[in-house]
């Protein structure tokens, strides 16, 4: 259980993140600071922002839980991650700085249609609102136990806190928090790593042991498109997912924009890649350990029937000793801070940018008033959608799944055209991506259709590929055979 020392670590961490808010709120002079730091912030702490608002909470809380039920086949998604990163660097970042893009959805506009880049934004902020509830419930059920408090007050207190930071100090605050918040998820995962080994003995005897049991599996060569955890379905066909959330989420086009130049974005995003598999291995070894623990060496016994998802919040109360308790629930604070900072700052900008621009000759700050305002109105949202998560009893996280691929594939089809066919007729292009998300649901169960049975299941890697698929040859079949009485793409949408 918490101590006074645990507290103490906890509040201390907590002042300085919103300290850190306050700090950079004197450097928000206009909306161009607010929400890209001025185009200058160092290349490094961009990638490691990056890979924080990546590796949420539900990383910090699932790898284990992954690990202690099967094995490190996930790993496998770092492959698909570094071929997108190579796919990114060369076709997306240079087109952004290129345009020098306020908005990653503006791009669109100007290649096919303000109709296109409504639905793109339409596309990004429901599967990011979706996300964003998602990712603060599950921290939120652990915290909740650890500070005995309810659920729905461990929710709002967390979006509070990163809603006050995020207006304050706009993207600069959120890239130095996100820095300072992924040295503290990984100090307390490895800190819990560190006391897991003292206790069965030493490293080498537990990953013996842990892979005798079978927990450190990394490769699978199954071609089995039904199975998620393969080098084909997590390895290779998620390289898709990943180009569609680095080259078209406005999270990551955000901060691409706020470094110097092509060289440091693409570095910052090599960067991410690397943290990524470092994430990834320290969070699996800490699920390999903790069965070794309590499994193989029986050092402790758990509760009957405990759920795999609940072993590693229960090592951290029951079982860490005062001080590193209180290091792991800051940990899991930051995790789900890091990533509703993000969201909120993302969908804020897209907000202004793209849903609601203002008049030609508004002033930049009012552009920045109004940047505030949606911050404070997506943190409310978000903090909405994860309540709806705790009515719903986690049926929300299936959901979450299935609409980030609805969204995400059609999304990466829309910038595909415009970077390689500009001329495609915007009507065709527009239709094309509400036919793609419906080519998914044949082969998908839909959460709010229980009795829907799908005329064959592909593994979730698989779903932005259908999407994708569909999306690109909806359009080319609208585009051939579709009457548009116009010719101009740029004016066949509007």
Not at 52 to 81: E, H, I, K
Not at 212 to 241: C, H, I, M
Not at 323 to 350: E, K, P, Q, R, V
């Amino acid at each position: 259980m918490m101590t006074i020392l645990d507290w103490l670590a906890l509040i201390g961490y907590l002042v300085i993140i919103c300290g850190v808010g306050v700090f950079f709120s004197r450097r928000n002079r206009n909306f161009g600071e607010y929400m890209f730091g001025g185009g200058r912030m160092p290349w490094f702490a961009i990638g490691i922002s990056l890979i924080a608002t990546s590796v949420s909470a539900t990383t910090f809380l699932g790898n284990p839980a992954d690990a202690y039920g099967t094995n490190m086949t996930y790993l496998m998604c770092n492959l698909g991650a570094f071929l997108a990163i190579i796919i990114v660097a060369f076709v997306f970042i240079p087109r952004f700085r290129a345009l020098n893009a306020s908005s990653a959805y503006e791009v669109l506009e100007l290649r096919f249609s303000k109709k296109v880049r409504v639905l793109a934004s339409c596309f990004y902020a429901a599967h990011l609102l979706l996300r964003t509830g998602v990712l603060l419930y599950g921290p939120a059920i652990v915290l909740s136990k650890i500070f005995g408090i309810n659920i729905f007050l461990a929710i709002s207190l967390t979006s509070i806190l990163a809603v006050v930071y995020t207006w304050f100090g706009g993207l600069q605050a959120v890239v130095w928090t996100d820095v300072l918040q992924f040295v503290v998820l990984m100090g307390g995962g490895c800190a819990a790593l560190w006391f897991c080994v003292q206790e069965i003995g030493s490293f080498s005897e537990m990953a013996r042991l842990a892979s005798e049991a079978g927990k450190t599996k990394w490769l699978d060569l199954n071609l089995d498109p039904s199975q998620a955890r393969t080098l084909l379905s997590a390895g290779l066909v998620y390289t898709v997912f990943e180009v569609a959330i680095r080259g078209c989420d406005q999270q990551f086009v955000q901060r691409y924009m706020a470094c110097k130049n092509v060289r440091e974005a693409n570095m910052s995003s090599i960067l991410s890649a690397f943290l990524g598999l470092l994430v990834g291995l320290v969070f699996f070894w800490v699920g390999a350990a903790l069965y070794v623990y309590f499994q193989v060496k029986g050092v402790r016994t758990l509760p009957a029937d405990m759920d795999i998802n609940h072993v590693f919040p229960h090592f951290i109360l029951e079982v860490l000793p005062s001080g590193l308790t209180g290091l792991l629930a800051a940990a899991i604070f930051a995790a789900a801070m890091s990533s509703l900072d993000s969201a909120i700052t993302a969908l804020s900008n897209t907000t202004v940018q793209d849903f609601f621009p203002g008049a030609s000759d508004e002033g930049d700050s009012s552009r920045l008033k109004r940047a505030r305002f949606w911050v404070v109105v997506w943190g409310v949202a978000g903090t909405l959608a994860a309540f709806l998560c705790v009515a719903g009893k986690q049926s929300l996280l299936s959901k979450a799944l299935f609409f980030t691929s609805l969204f995400t594939g059609p999304l990466l089809s829309l910038f595909l055209f415009a970077f390689f066919r500009p001329n495609t007729q915007a009507r065709a292009l527009f239709w094309g991506a509400i036919g793609g998300a419906l080519c998914l649901l044949p082969f998908s169960k839909i959460p709010i259709l229980s009795i829907w049975e799908p005329i064959y299941q592909f593994a979730w890697p698989w779903n932005p590929l259908i999407a994708l698929t569909g999306a690109i040859c909806f359009t080319l079949i609208l585009e051939r055979f579709g009457n548009w009485n116009s010719p101009h793409a740029g004016t066949a949408g509007s």
